[in-house]
């Protein structure tokens, strides 16, 4: 399905639930109840509230740090905290909820591709949501606008490695704070996506920052060379078109050297690629099983209490996907498994499979509950 008509269906039948979408490296959540949507969530750290509001100027990473280390302590919800800490106040907070949900919503629709699941009457924890009310037909409508602005950008900057190269001085008056943020970065060496991560902000925003002051000819694109092809190479062959039958054996092999997310994830894409196809559908639901079977023998009991084996602190400088540190984030030393698997917009079994891979490097140790 399209993502418009998508929303447009769970709206107009007035839906309660969860609507988890993938595009194999976000997930997200989009929370509905009664065809509005309430809440969102995300994966990507550059959508977490505390990178919008480091973004937007309403708080350091220092006081950003610190409501991170109380939020563990106090069980509470990063915002509350941050109101508490006068580093904003709740009007503020407010809006800045409403554009975290909006542009995380806004960025779906850029994606070409993706699976999605809607859990009919499932919410997240109450503690978890942070109310809000957005209207389908006017989020579908922006998206879409999105849509079209993408494409016009695309023509000019076609990759988020492009870099911007300096003409001359920017006009101090034209530029609005959000402007000097992301021009401050330009240096004729970083990239697009890379003054993106600095910045804390999506790709869309610092590339339209761009396009302005290409447009007003202070700034040109350098684009990405690629990697020259040897004159005597010849053409590659075309590509073996990818099927449902060549997921699934592919899904086999990787069952078979113990990749089970590597494997869960072609299972998958294999009953996306042919939904209708019972043997396809039945292929794809006992390598599912065999993966969950072979998580129970790892002895991860539902009443096990996940917790850091060292400070968060650390393990945010490793390099860990974006996954990894949403559910590092997530564990406190005080929430079982069982509680951890409802959290998050990854599936129950995704979420296991992530931790038992976080256990296995030592990242994460499992304690009887007390």
């Known amino acids: ?9 769970l709206s107009s039948a007035q839906k309660t639930g969860t609507l988890a979408v993938d595009d194999g490296k ?19 750290p550059r959508e977490h509230l505390g990178a919008i509001l480091i973004s937007h100027g309403f708080v350091t990473d220092g006081e950003l740090a610190g409501a991170i280390e109380r939020q563990r302590q106090e069980k509470t919800l990063i915002g509350k905290l941050l109101v508490e800490m006068n580093a904003i106040d709740e009007r503020d907070l407010y809006r800045m909820l409403r554009l975290k949900a909006e542009e995380s919503l806004y960025d779906v629709f850029t994606w070409t591709e993706g699976d999605f699941r809607f859990h009919d009457g499932q919410l997240p924890p109450p503690e978890t949501l942070i109310p ?7 989020v579908v409508l922006e998206g879409m606008q999105r849509i079209d602005e993408w494409r016009r950008i695309r023509e000019i900057i076609p990759s988020p490695d492009c870099v911007p190269v300096a003409l001359g001085a920017f006009d101090e008056a034209e530029m609005g704070e959000w402007d000097e943020q992301v ?11 890379e003054i993106a991560r600095l ?13 302005r002051q290409l447009h007003a000819g202070r700034l040109k694109i350098v684009r990405p060379r690629g990697p020259a092809r040897p004159a005597a190479e010849s053409a590659p062959s075309p590509p073996q078109p990818i099927t449902a039958e060549t997921l699934l054996e592919e899904a086999r092999q990787r069952l078979g050297k113990g990749e089970l997310e590597s494997a869960l994830r072609h299972a998958r894409a294999a009953r996306a690629l042919d939904p209708d196809q019972r043997k396809i559908e039945a292929a794809a639901a006992q390598i599912e099983e065999t993966v969950r079977r072979d998580i129970e023998r790892a002895a991860m009991r539902p009443s096990d209490v996940p917790k850091l084996a060292r400070p968060f602190e650390e393990l945010a400088k490793l390099r860990l996907s974006p996954q990894e540190g949403y559910l ?5 030393g005080t929430h079982d498994l069982r509680s951890l698997l409802r959290l998050g917009p990854l599936s129950p079994l995704e979420t296991q499979l992530l931790l038992r ?13 007390t």
Do not use: C
């Open 1 to 9: 399905m399209e993502l418009a008509e998508l929303l447009q269906w």
């Open 26 to 44: 976000v997930q997200k959540q989009i929370v509905f109840r009664d065809g509005r949507i309430i809440s969102t969530a995300s994966s990507d």
């Open 132 to 138: 809000l009310a957005l209207d389908v037909a006017a």
């Open 183 to 193: 021009l401050g970065h330009v240096d004729d060496d970083r990239s697009i996506g």
């Open 199 to 211: 910045v804390h902000a999506g790709e869309f925003y610092v590339s339209k920052i761009v396009l």
């Open 328 to 332: 590092l984030s997530r564990i406190d």
């Open 357 to 369: 891979k976080l256990v296995d490097a030592g990242h994460v140790q499992l304690e009887p509950k």
